[in-house]
């Protein structure tokens, strides 16, 4: 593995947000946990030959209609190679229902230079669209090049306008499952026929982000942007480690902010009550998770660690992990009304986000399946909370699905006509969501 200066990694700390008190008997307790990495280098600027990329571009025969999609497409690739900074190594895969290597093309990854970054645009412009597509030989061939350097960061970049018919949904996850924990990715649909839910699906499962680009004008722009932000990662396979006493159950673990992603199902044992549960790599951010376990019953004056929330990375040199910051939840039980239901700012704020999301899901659901009453009371509800959490964007998406009546009490009336790319971007974006104001 590379060696890291002090100067290229990022210092972390944590911070724990709740309120400790709980009635005599009360059990659930709830944290938030801000992580926060600051101050440290980027990839560019401290070690660029520990980072690799690979960008997945779909040349499916239907990225030809219309033509400016295939276009669009080579675009943002060259103008994601040209954000490559020297040293880092990168490679570019065409994917149908097969995948190929486009660059450099020696079952390897280049070094970004001046002449390897004009080869590999050079080689863009004689991508074309034909075939049909299978996502999961994308992801593997993708690993297999990463896997053929000594990285700490690996990463990759995946574009497609289409649905994934060439494989089962089974081989997909298999792909997926194959991926996770060695590379993350972020994933892209141009324009409206791709499912929303693959694309989400993998980015979720590779620790990525997704989005849609309804316009293939915009993805020079959208790939330019994840590319800057890829090469602003400095320390890879982050964990969020968590440990409980004995009689602490643990009910979830989410990432909250800046989106939602339920992370219970994704926990490794790491000893004796513990477990970690990957956040994927970071640079200069600060991301936000509710941690809630419930606790044995105890009387009044009692108090107790709840939990203990540690962040985690890799050894460079292989050993253990290494430790990089620390905060504790507490449990306090207490005889005063006033303490134990008074619901921490930051808590009630993340559960009515994660509320949002769902909402926004159901309702979409319900609406495609022709429950208006349904979709109508969800994306109402949606529409109430997004108000109430100042969550601006995604009530103005909600607003192009809905006729917002009165937004603090959720009425709404759904719209007779949507575009397809209206209803595609709220459903994509439903999970994003606004930091607390504290």
Same mark, same amino acid.
């Given at each position: 593995? %590379?060696?890291?200066?002090?100067?290229?990694?990022?210092?972390?700390?944590?911070?724990?947000?709740?309120?400790?008190?709980?009635?005599?008997?009360?059990?659930?307790?709830?944290?938030?946990?801000?992580?926060?990495?600051?101050?440290?280098?980027?990839?560019?600027?401290?070690?660029?030959?520990?980072?690799?990329?690979?960008?997945?571009?779909?040349?499916?025969?239907?990225?030809?209609?219309?033509?400016?999609?295939?276009?669009?497409?080579? +675009?943002?690739?060259?103008?994601?190679?040209?954000?490559?900074?020297?040293?880092?190594?990168?490679?570019?895969?065409?994917?149908?229902?097969?995948?190929?290597?486009?660059?450099?093309?020696?079952?390897?990854?280049?070094?970004?230079? %001046?002449?390897?970054?004009?080869?590999?645009?050079?080689?863009?412009?004689?991508?074309?669209?034909? @075939?049909?597509?299978?996502?999961?030989?994308?992801?593997?061939?993708?690993?297999?090049?990463?896997?053929?350097?000594?990285?700490?960061?690996?990463?990759?970049?995946?574009?497609?306008?289409?649905?994934? /018919?060439? +494989?089962?949904?089974?081989?997909?996850?298999?792909?997926?499952?194959?991926?996770?924990?060695?590379?993350?990715?972020?994933?892209?649909?141009?324009?409206?026929?791709? /499912?929303?839910?693959?694309?989400?699906?993998?980015?979720?499962?590779?620790? @990525?982000?997704?989005?849609?680009?309804?316009?293939?004008?915009?993805?020079?722009?959208?790939?330019?942007?994840?590319?800057?932000?890829?090469?602003?990662?400095?320390?890879?396979?982050?964990?969020?480690?968590?440990?409980?006493?004995?009689?602490?159950?643990?009910?979830?673990?989410?990432?909250?902010?800046?989106?939602?992603?339920?992370?219970? @199902?994704?926990?490794?044992?790491?000893?004796?009550?513990?477990?970690?549960?990957?956040?994927?790599?970071?640079?200069? +951010?600060?991301?936000?998770?509710?941690?809630?376990?419930?606790?044995?019953?105890?009387?009044?004056?009692?108090?107790?660690?709840?939990?203990?929330?540690?962040?985690?990375?890799?050894?460079?040199?292989?050993?253990?992990?290494?430790?990089?910051?620390?905060?504790?939840?507490?449990?306090?039980?207490?005889?005063?009304?006033?303490?134990?239901?008074?619901?921490?700012?930051?808590?009630?704020?993340?559960?009515?986000?994660?509320?949002?999301?769902?909402?926004?899901?159901?309702?979409?659901?319900?609406?495609?399946?022709?429950?208006?009453?349904?979709?109508?009371?969800?994306?109402?509800? %949606?529409?109430?909370?997004?108000?109430?959490?100042?969550?601006?964007?995604?009530?103005?998406?909600?607003?192009?699905?809905?006729?917002?009546?009165?937004?603090?009490?959720?009425?709404?009336?759904?719209?007779?006509?949507?575009?397809?790319?209206?209803?595609?971007?709220?459903?994509?974006?439903?999970?994003?969501?606004?930091?607390?104001?504290?």
């Amino acid at each position: 593995m %590379a060696n890291f200066s002090k100067s290229t990694v990022p210092q972390f700390s944590v911070d724990v947000y709740q309120n400790e008190f709980l009635p005599e008997g009360g059990r659930d307790v709830s944290a938030i946990v801000t992580v926060t990495s600051t101050g440290g280098g980027t990839v560019g600027a401290g070690a660029p030959d520990s980072a690799g990329v690979v960008i997945m571009v779909d040349c499916s025969g239907s990225m030809d209609y219309p033509a400016t999609k295939m276009r669009g497409a080579r +675009e943002a690739t060259a103008a994601a190679v040209d954000t490559l900074r020297d040293g880092t190594s990168f490679a570019v895969v065409a994917g149908t229902h097969v995948a190929r290597e486009v660059y450099p093309g020696n079952g390897g990854l280049a070094v970004a230079d %001046a002449r390897t970054r004009a080869e590999a645009k050079e080689a863009l412009r004689r991508l074309s669209a034909s @075939g049909g597509t299978a996502i999961g030989t994308w992801l593997r061939l993708a690993d297999r090049l990463l896997s053929s350097a000594d990285l700490t960061i690996r990463h990759g970049i995946l574009l497609t306008d289409g649905r994934n /018919e060439h +494989e089962s949904p089974e081989e997909l996850r298999a792909a997926l499952d194959a991926c996770a924990g060695r590379f993350t990715c972020d994933a892209r649909g141009v324009g409206t026929d791709w /499912e929303v839910k693959e694309v989400t699906g993998i980015a979720s499962a590779l620790l @990525g982000t997704a989005d849609i680009v309804a316009d293939p004008a915009g993805l020079a722009a959208d790939f330019t942007a994840m590319m800057e932000q890829a090469m602003g990662k400095g320390v890879a396979d982050v964990a969020l480690r968590l440990w409980t006493p004995v009689g602490v159950e643990i009910a979830f673990v989410k990432q909250v902010a800046p989106t939602v992603e339920d992370l219970t @199902g994704r926990r490794t044992e790491a000893g004796p009550r513990a477990g970690d549960y990957p956040t994927g790599s970071w640079g200069d +951010e600060s991301r936000d998770y509710h941690v809630s376990v419930r606790v044995p019953r105890a009387a009044v004056g009692q108090e107790m660690l709840a939990a203990r929330v540690s962040l985690l990375a890799p050894d460079p040199a292989g050993g253990d992990a290494r430790p990089l910051s620390q905060g504790l939840v507490r449990a306090v039980w207490t005889d005063d009304l006033a303490m134990s239901t008074s619901i921490n700012p930051q808590v009630a704020h993340y559960t009515g986000q994660a509320e949002l999301a769902d909402a926004i899901q159901a309702g979409l659901d319900a609406r495609k399946s022709g429950d208006r009453d349904g979709a109508t009371a969800k994306l109402g509800r %949606a529409v109430q909370l997004a108000a109430a959490s100042g969550n601006a964007d995604t009530a103005k998406l909600l607003s192009k699905v809905v006729d917002v009546v009165d937004a603090v009490a959720g009425t709404v009336r759904l719209k007779a006509k949507v575009a397809e790319a209206d209803e595609m971007t709220l459903e994509t974006r439903s999970t994003k969501t606004v930091r607390v104001k504290r």
